[in-house]
T-cell receptor, first 109, second 113 residues
């Protein structure tokens, strides 16, 4: 069964304290892995798409990486405005998009 | 600006009432989706449509209905048969095909009163 698990569920960081969020997946044929940022009461905002192991993408303080079993979202020197819930989703050969539960990040000044 | 517009942002439904959530996109995407988001749970797919005049049930379609008469529009009706409709509803769209990025609207809150 296709499955996506994100960890930790919640993460508290001090401003400037770098860390990583994890997205582990088991799917029948990966067609794409997606990262989104969601602020409270708003729709998810697209961040990155990764298609193959070894691929990396960056945007400002965020960097997403992909292996055959998991993806990491690295946050370098985070700021309070990076506080949000980060969602991971995986598209498989079945055509379905499966979402993880999300990691809620809080960055304190 | 290109994007996905959902309305209304907040909607209250009385018991036994049907309500319709609107979703319009001007991204020229063929595929459109409706998801439901509940606290502590991941997004769950209600219905999706890959092309005009065609749509498929997702994982939790019971108590919901949709139509796709125009490429730009994919309204969702929450019927009285939906026993627990209070949730955050998200409309999304993408280019047709597996592995393409889907983009979301701002969401609609539905509360049963």
């Amino acid at each position: 069964e296709d499955q996506v698990t994100q960890s930790p569920e919640a993460l508290r960081l001090q401003e400037g304290e770098s860390s990583s969020l994890n997205c582990s997946y088991t799917v029948s044929g990966l067609r794409g892995l997606f990262w989104y940022r969601q602020d409270p009461g708003k729709g998810p905002e697209f961040l990155f798409t990764l298609y193959s192991a070894g691929e990396e993408k960056e945007k400002e303080r965020l960097k997403a990486t992909l292996t055959k079993k998991e993806s990491f979202l690295h946050i370098t020197a985070p700021k309070p405005e990076d506080s949000a819930t980060y969602l991971c989703a995986v598209s498989s050969n079945t055509g379905k998009l499966i979402f993880g539960q999300g990691t809620t990040l809080q960055v304190k000044p | 600006d290109g994007g996905i517009t959902q309305s209304p942002k907040y909607l209250f439904r009385k018991e036994g009432q049907n309500v319709t959530l609107s979703c319009e996109q001007n991204l020229n995407h063929d595929a459109m989706y409706w998801y439901r988001q509940d606290p502590g749970q991941g997004l769950r797919l209600i219905y999706y449509s890959q092309i005009v005049n065609d749509f498929q049930k997702g994982d939790i379609a019971e108590g919901y209905s949709v139509s796709r008469e125009k490429k730009e529009s994919f309204p969702l009706t929450v019927t009285s048969a939906q026993k627990n409709p209070t949730a955050f509803y998200l409309c999304a769209s993408s280019i047709t095909g597996t592995g393409n990025t889907i983009y979301f609207g701002e969401g609609s809150w539905l509360t049963v009163v």
